[in-house]
């Protein structure tokens, strides 16, 4: 089976022609990746006319910065980050979410995953995810469709991982609430 979305290989030397300003070696590379990237942005952006926009910024941030790819094999991943980071980056508020002091309570891997399981099997899935806010819905996404950990999770939105634990825990609980009325 051939791979698909972001695992998809392209030979070397087309990389290496697009590394040097190549349009045909570029095009490959749009054509090949393009509906990976739009739709990991659809579902971390919840609006499709965004998710096209922000594909154009990735390829646009892509060419730019592909000399700075140094293994070439490595293309698909180096890719997807710079979508996930791409997403976040439009959506960053100027002012970083505090979790109080009395929201520290410590969940454990066990509880993150128990509750992750719980909701990857509801029925009503981009229903109950349209309640989320922006952070949440992106969190929730990333842990659960884009299988990242939450101490990736942390990097990424440069907090500490007991921070997206607990915004996750309140995101699901948040979830909870919503698919009981």
């Not at 790819?69 to 997403?87: E, F, H, I, P």
């Not at 469709?145 to 991982?161: I, K, P, Q, R, T």
Request: charged share 25%; hydrophobic share 40%.
């Amino acid at each position: 089976m051939a791979n698909t979305g972001f695992a998809q290989a392209i030979p070397t030397g087309t990389i290496k022609g697009a590394q040097r300003g190549r349009r045909d070696c570029q095009r490959v590379i749009f054509e090949t990746y393009q509906s990976a990237v739009q739709r990991l942005l659809t579902g971390m952006c919840r609006d499709s006319e965004l998710a096209r926009d922000l594909t154009q910024d990735v390829f646009i941030q892509t060419f730019a910065k592909l000399s700075q790819l140094r293994d070439t094999s490595a293309l698909g991943g180096w890719l997807k980050q710079l979508t996930v980071n791409t997403a976040l980056s439009h959506f960053r508020k100027p002012q970083h979410l505090s979790v109080a002091e009395h929201d520290q309570d410590s969940l454990d891997a066990q509880d993150w995953h128990s509750q992750s399981d719980w909701l990857q099997q509801l029925d009503s899935i981009e229903h109950l995810l349209a309640a989320l806010d922006e952070h949440e819905h992106q969190l929730v996404w990333l842990y659960l469709v884009e299988g990242y950990s939450h101490d990736e999770l942390a990097e990424l939105f440069a907090v500490n991982a007991a921070t997206i634990r607990q915004r996750y825990h309140r995101a699901l609980k948040k979830l909870r609430e919503r698919s009981q009325q």
